[in-house]
């Protein structure tokens, strides 16, 4: 008797143990390098045990491509930019709708939340909140290049050989800026728009004499400025920011005509099977600790109220050493990118890598 009742109590436990294991849930996450450092996903399943996060990095366009091709299946919650939600939904339907009630946005900048609600709200409904935010412009190393302050200066002769740049549409866009069009205001013109990207197809494949190299990704593109092989570049300010920490004479530098402001949100896909831990992951980051960790990992800063005094100390100091009260007014935020522009930026950077070599 005492032998069945160990052989009983054995498979009760087992019994348990599957069933505690057949309701864990898995949190799919679609987002960006840097996004999902390992100490917050350690710390999100120390404090929820019955979630596993699973991690997929990505960009802009693979989130699109990964999430069209399977009607918004595959992942539980992605991370676009504010400016690639609307026209994706309207064309592939993609995310489905959020409950703000379940999501602390008391946090957020007031500034941040609404302009994301009103660039991602379609029948009513909003379909995207803040995370993070940060601007693409240019950095310069300020012990050669004193001076370098505009889009335009990446072609000055004076630093011919000495400059790069990444041939994206942020480098369309900044160009078209320097040249005295707003092309985001073009957007509502397609003809005109494709306008205005030939004339900057035209004034980057001129420059390539100053262009040291193409960079392609964070690491060659700081292993430049470092050396010293280039003085100044097109990048992303987080980028700048990690190297000022390196060497106090490199900062980023805001362009004269506004630095490209931009805003990661978190999305929900709309097959995604597990809402319920996405909204948790969401509150879980926004909590004032988490934000420094998450903005000490991705270099941005959190798109909550004092996000800029949350940044680990380095990273502060860097953003004040970039930016006044002037150029934070003076930001350009990406607007959102009606269909067929993509496509049209994509046909003018291949343009431009064929006549440059990038």
Known sequence: MKHKTKITGLMAAMLL?????????????????????????????????????????????????????????????????????????????????????????????????????????????????????????LMANKAVAPDFKGWGDLCDPQYQGKTSMRLKRTILLGTAFSMGHDPFAAYSDLDKYQQILDEVAEKLIECKAN????????????????????????????????????NKDIVFVPPATGALAWIDTFALPRKGKADDAAYKWINFVLEPENVTIMSGSTGAIAAVKGGLELLPEDKRNAVTAAFTDADIANL?????????????????????????GG
Not at 37 to 64: A, C, G
Request: hydrophobic residues 40%; negative net charge; without cysteine.
């Open 17 to 137: 143990t599957t069933a505690s294991f057949a309701q864990a849930e898995t949190l799919r996450l679609l987002t960006w390098g840097s996004y999902a450092p390992e100490e917050l996903v350690q710390k999100f399943e120390e404090r929820y045990p019955d979630i596993d996060v699973e991690v997929t990095f990505s960009n802009n366009e693979e989130m699109i491509a990964k999430l069209r091709a399977t009607g918004g299946a595959g992942f539980d919650l992605a991370q676009p930019s504010h400016d690639r939600i609307h026209a994706a939904q309207m064309e592939y339907d993609i995310y489905k709708p959020l409950d703000l009630s379940k999501i602390d946005t008391s946090v957020m900048e007031a500034s941040h939340l609404e302009g994301v609600k009103a660039n991602t709200t379609i029948d009513g409904e909003v379909y995207a909140v803040p995370h993070q935010w940060g601007t693409s412009g």
């Open 211 to 246: 262009i040291k190299a193409y960079w392609k990704g964070g690491d060659d593109l700081s292993a430049m400025m470092l050396s010293g092989e280039i003085v100044a570049s097109e990048t992303w300010d987080s980028t700048a920011y990690k190297l000022y920490g390196q």
């Open 332 to 356: 350009k935020f990406f607007a959102n990118i009606p269909a067929g522009v993509e496509d049209m930026e994509g046909k003018t950077l291949e343009k431009i890598k064929a006549a440059t």
